[in-house]
């Protein structure tokens, strides 16, 4: 553990669900944690006990990916940890493949609706049929721009045209719409919708203060992860956004709840101290964005010559590409805020300068 993670405190210590277990939380409320092929190796979904006209059964707060060993995992938490009773609701904090790709699976298999806000699901559906939305040449022609010049990041890049629709290959017709503020129930009690901006185009927090709960809960998706930062990056089909302010901003719509909250993320594990975390990610990212002002102070700096001043570590070029997302993001707030100012040189490529 770094001296960051010491400062949050983790109920549950080392202890961890089993693959394809669940672990109980609080009555009616169990953790399970899934397997991901990714650098990031799992993702936590959280099941819910819950009654929906007269119905008894489970709510499911995300799915993880598609894929055989995924659907191996839900098969043995659906044989051993559901009481036989099926699920009512399948909930989707947002649409990145780990949350949303088995949704469609549960969702046919039980005759569920899927939950989710419109601004995922609509650009999931689209994700789903346009195959290049996160790579492919538009993605190239974008970290292009921007100054990649690495051949194997841009070949990475191109690659990743139809992988969305291979981690996510389908999505229910029809949806239940999660909106900001938005009170819903499952089981006996009441969760709240907290929206959020940045990580994905609308991405869904759950708050519930049941006094039947021994604390509050914080079902807070991609949105507070205890140990990584959330991934903030810039995206080719919104060049100009400022998604790293939008992410700060919805940061804020959290500091108002309890300080004892049990905050359950969908990386690392379950953890108290809210507070400390939001405060340690808006430090982290003020010294990204410092770091990023310095350099371009010494010279004119295109996005890739920012990857290795934010990123120290030696990156693969699946890496890269997301220090590149999150490079091109600290640059845009700088450049929204004024701080910066940006020219194309010669070769067409943005370099970024104090205004
Ligand atoms: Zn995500």
């Known amino acids: ?125 689209l994700a789903v049929l346009q195959h290049d939305s996160y790579g492919g040449q538009p993605m190239v022609d974008f970290f292009t721009r921007h100054g990649m010049k690495n051949s194997q990041v841009l070949e990475n890049v191109f690659g990743r045209k139809g992988q969305y629709a291979h981690l996510v290959p389908k999505l229910p017709d029809q949806y239940r719409r999660l909106l900001d503020g938005q009170e819903l129930s499952m089981g006996a009690r009441r969760w709240r919708c907290i929206s959020g901006f940045g990580h994905s185009p609308e991405h869904v927090a759950l708050y519930c203060d049941d006094p039947g709960l021994a604390q509050p809960v914080l079902i807070s998706g991609d949105m507070v992860l205890p140990r990584i930062s959330t991934n903030i990056s810039l995206l080719a089909t919104e060049p100009e956004g400022n998604p790293l302010q939008l992410f700060l901003d919805s940061l804020e719509k959290f500091l108002p709840l309890p300080e004892n909250i049990l905050v359950l993320p969908s990386h690392g594990r379950p953890f108290v101290g809210l507070h400390e975390r939001i405060k340690q990610l808006r430090d982290h990212h003020r010294d990204r964005l410092e770091e990023v002002m310095q350099s371009c102070a010494e010279q004119p700096r295109c996005a890739a010559d920012i990857v290795p001043v934010m990123f120290k570590r030696t990156l693969d070029a699946h890496q890269t590409a997301f220090a590149l997302g999150e490079s091109m993001a600290h640059l845009n707030l700088l450049w929204h805020a004024g701080a910066l100012r940006r020219q194309a040189d010669a070769h067409g490529v943005l370099r970024f300068a104090p205004a």
Not at 51 to 72: F, K, L, Y
């Open 1 to 125: 553990m770094n001296t960051l993670e010491e400062a949050l405190h983790y109920p549950w210590g080392a202890e961890l669900p089993a693959a394809g277990s669940a672990l109980s939380l609080a009555p009616g409320l169990a953790w399970l944690r899934m397997e991901l092929p990714f650098a990031l190796n799992h993702i936590n979904l959280w099941l819910l006990r819950d009654e929906i006209d007269g119905r008894q059964g489970w709510s499911v707060i995300d799915t993880c990916v598609d894929n055989p060993q995924a659907r191996a995992q839900w098969e043995q938490v659906i044989a051993q940890e559901m009481q036989g009773l099926p699920v009512l609701r399948v909930l989707a904090t947002h649409m990145h493949p780990d949350h949303l790709g088995l949704a469609h699976w549960l969702c046919e298999r039980f005759s569920a609706p899927l939950w989710i806000s419109a601004g995922d699901f609509l650009t999931a559906r």
